[in-house]
């Protein structure tokens, strides 16, 4: 349902598109393996929302840049909303940090973007992955995609660090949600901080799907061709995220991973700064403005249960496989 935020100061009305479906666990794949029968955490998925006192469950809470949170039930985001002249739109998520553009179903067939792989800093992190024996573990994941916003399918490839010890694994993967994640072979398509990739998912037709990612400094490239039927293209999006699940469902604990830059953001091949981008702040990060070539940056600024911004939990690593 529409609502509006009540009068502070002045009246500022803002309504948000966007009702989300909770992300639903479910286990990593590695290329000849399957998926990981314990200890798995999938990249991608659908947004989750952040759970806030008195907002409605599934929904994303609304914010207008430079305000503080009201204090009492939030309102909730509505599809088909738009952005008040002169703001900006912000909505808070439990996994996703990034910029999105939202519409009617079948309004996006491709989006891309290049990033940086940032460094993981992984000291004093925990993990059962590689040989470790602890619960923990700290993951991030870099995405180029459609979907997952206002719908329940994600169509993605990115790259992620992760945290199992004191020693960061890096490496890329796609997605086609609900299926599983599939990793890519470190040993054919290494992956290392600072490396410059080159992602885009574009809709072929017929419920097929193609997915790109280039690897521009190691000169490697995988396409991927998927087919996911019913899939609504109703959002496009270029996120870092804080990947699912520990086995109650819950997101896992954020690497830090300093600033990943994000340049040449687009949507249907135009700047996706043309689209009226929604800002989307997960925990523990912070967003800059999207310049008009499609450029901002993501960046870590805390740890993991910073007041404010509860966690779902923690649980086992993920181990990653060739």
């Not at 002045?10 to 286990?27: N, S």
């Amino acid at each position: 349902m529409r609502r509006r935020w009540p009068a502070l100061a002045a009246t500022i009305p803002l309504a948000l598109g966007w009702a989300v479906l909770a992300a639903h666990p479910a286990a990593a794949s590695v290329p000849g393996t399957g998926p990981a029968q314990s200890g798995g955490v999938q990249p991608g998925g659908p947004v989750s929302s952040l759970s806030t006192p008195g907002m409605p469950s599934g929904t994303v809470t609304p914010q207008i840049s430079g305000l503080q949170p009201l204090s009492g039930p939030q309102p909730q985001a509505v599809p088909g909303g738009g952005r008040p002249s002169g703001q900006n739109s912000v909505v808070t998520s439990s996994n996703w940090a990034g910029y999105i553009a939202a519409g009617s179903n079948g309004t996006y067939t491709s989006a891309s973007a290049n990033w940086t792989e940032p460094t993981g800093h992984c000291t004093g992190a925990g993990g059962r992955g590689a040989g470790g024996s602890g619960a923990g573990g700290k993951y991030a994941a870099f995405w180029v995609g459609l979907d997952g916003y206002t719908s329940s399918t994600v169509e993605q490839i990115g790259t992620e660090v992760d945290c199992s010890g004191s020693t960061p694994k890096y490496y890329a993967w796609y997605e086609i949600y609900p299926d599983a994640a599939l990793n890519f072979p470190v040993t054919t398509n290494p992956v290392s901080p600072g490396d410059q990739f080159s992602g885009s998912v574009t809709f072929s037709g017929t419920s097929t799907f193609t997915l790109v990612l280039q690897d521009i400094t190691r000169h490697w490239t995988k396409t991927v061709t998927a087919t996911m039927a019913g899939a609504d293209r109703s959002s496009a999006e270029v996120i870092a995220e804080a990947p699912c699940c520990t086995y109650g469902g819950g997101i896992l604990p954020l690497t830090n991973f300093g600033t990943a830059s994000f340049s040449a953001a687009t949507v249907n091949g135009q700047s996706m700064a043309t689209d009226s981008p929604v800002e989307i702040v997960m925990p523990d990060t912070s967003v800059s403005a999207v310049t008009s070539t499609g450029s901002f940056s993501v960046s870590y600024t805390g740890s993991p249960g910073s007041p404010g911004f509860p966690w779902f939990g923690s649980g086992p690593a993920r181990s990653v496989s060739d």
